[in-house]
């Protein structure tokens, strides 16, 4: 017989889904259930049970069996249901949540939505150069078997050749592996490394998959913060002060997503020594380091560091527009011999996954050699540098939000005065913009950062449509008050 009360049966459901009673309370209102703050305390405390309709609603949002709720005599046939992974319960990828899903629903019924939300270059109408998709059409017939599982010869020749370029130090072509996406190599990095436990630096705010990929792989992520105030650099103290005998790695983000800045080489060099004073392997995603504005350089943080370990990823889905071809790639540099038993582990999941799609490998060498085609969306008069010019000046004419002027890559992520607008929740916040206004952005609990202050905005849309939507931006914080 059961011997769970309703109550304790439900705080058991929420709390392993990780679910507050303000979550129960936003699903229920987003799906229309008669579901309040007071109820959900009701059913806690053991005063109330809920109708059956409303048991049924709790049973869907928080994946339990069917039954979970009843009080049956009957054993539960636990393998009947198929439920996800408990690996994924602390796994948060925001960027494509629940606020997506709302706009997804919307759109399915016939909503025309404005999206600010995904940094995809092709859907805005910047092309690839013709060359590119001319020499993939060409050589896909010789593209149909696997390659070598860290990809062709001629695509790490070049890769190499770039990373010559870079300045990355000790680089052999045995160091580069190409990946599905920038994204199937961040996910192998943190697998192979992580033990349950085992702690690794990663930026606040974040590209999310990093922090998502080291906690699945049973790591925990431990933010540091980046600094508005400081052009959004990273808090060297605060990394220094978050730093355990359990810390592997820091991850370093340059240029950044979701801020657009662009690291110097003393905060650089600084990260450097800290790694170099704790034995930390560095992690820098570089993917956006073709795309820097204002006549800047970019630094490779493992130019700075031929005696440690690092790990240096780029690829071309932004930098050539073709995000969908899935092409990006690793190179680990500097001191290797520090880290010949991880590398053993990385050769295992490279051989495992057999090679990365060969047709997108086959076009690295004609990319990354000759004339780069972003060099004109980059400087006055073209539409990165121009869109960016914008929506600076667009952000920070609207009362109540502010931003520090992008440098590089294609986002920005404006601060709100949440006194102002009472916002004490920024994911209701971008649900209230999406739902009035028709605009989806990401709010920035989704870039793992911690209060509900931000958000951000992809500027790839062109000017016309930028303005639309910072007009209605406007108009809805003119009378918006958060409940
Ligand atoms: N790293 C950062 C910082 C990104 O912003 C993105 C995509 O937005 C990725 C990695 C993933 O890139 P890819 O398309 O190569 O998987």
Redesign the pocket.
Known sequence: MSTQTFAQKLQKAMDDRGLRQADIVRLAQKDGMPIGRSHISQYLSGKVKPRSEITDYLTYILGVRPDYFQDNDEPWQEKAFFRKSHKLDNVLYDVRGPVVELAREMELSGTHILKLNI?NPAPFGFRTPDEIIYDMSSQLTDCEGYSDSKGLFSARKAIMQYAQLKHLPNVTMEDIYT??????L?NLSMSALLDNGDEILIPSPD?P?WTACATLAGGKAVHYLCDEENNWYPDIADIRSKITSRTKAIVV?NP??PTGSLYPQEILQQIVDLAREYHLIIFS?E??DRLVMDGLKHVSIASLADDIFCVT?S?L??SHMI?GY???WMILSGNKKLASDYIQGINMLSNMRLCSNVPGQSIIQTALGGHQSVNNYIVPGGRIYEQREFIYDAVNRISGLSAYKPQA?FYIFPKIDTARFNIHDDEQFALDLLKEKKILIVHGKGFNWNKPDHFRIVYLPRIEILKECMEKMADFLAGYRQR
Not at 179 to 184: F, M
């Open positions: 940094g990946g599905n996406g920038v994204s199937e961040i590209y998959l983000i950044n997503n995603d993917i956006y990823f690829g889905s932004k995000a899935r092409v990006g890559a």
